[in-house]
């Protein structure tokens, strides 16, 4: 059964940084694409990166480029989302994401889990 568990949001002033990690298993991690989404207070869900089976490729939003990391340890089954230089605006809840394929109906399923709220204020 796929697991996803999020953990390392908080609380933390404009400026500061949070290390985000999720915890994979049930599946073969190092064959998947992986992804942190976030959700913002009166928003819908938006993609925040994402990041090959090999971490050789990364894939940013916009409004994060430059602030966030997204990096994975295959050998942990883990995946994380440095957050450096946080804004108000990076209030949200943040989720992991996975797309695996399942074998028995040979369909690609959504997996995610349950969020870690981060909380930018003063």
């Known amino acids: 059964q796929v697991q996803l568990v999020e953990s390392g949001g908080g609380l933390v002033q404009p400026g500061g940084s949070l290390r985000l990690s999720c915890a994979a298993s049930?599946?073969?991690?190092?064959?998947?694409?992986m992804y942190w989404y976030r959700q913002r207070p009166g928003k819908e869900r938006e993609l925040v990166a994402d990041?090959?089976?090999?971490?050789?490729?990364?894939n940013y939003v916009v409004s994060v480029e430059g602030r966030f990391t997204i990096s994975r340890d295959n050998t942990k089954n883990t995946l994380y989302l440095q957050m450096n230089s946080l804004k108000h605006e990076d209030t949200a809840v943040y989720y992991c994401?996975?797309?695996?394929?399942?074998?028995?109906?040979?369909?690609?399923?959504?997996?995610w889990g349950r969020g870690t709220q981060v909380t930018v204020s003063s």
């Open positions: 994401n996975a797309r695996i394929l399942d074998m028995a109906s040979d369909t690609i399923r959504v997996h």
């Open positions: 049930g599946f073969t991690f190092n064959d998947y694409t």
């Open positions: 990041i090959t089976s090999t971490g050789g490729i990364t």
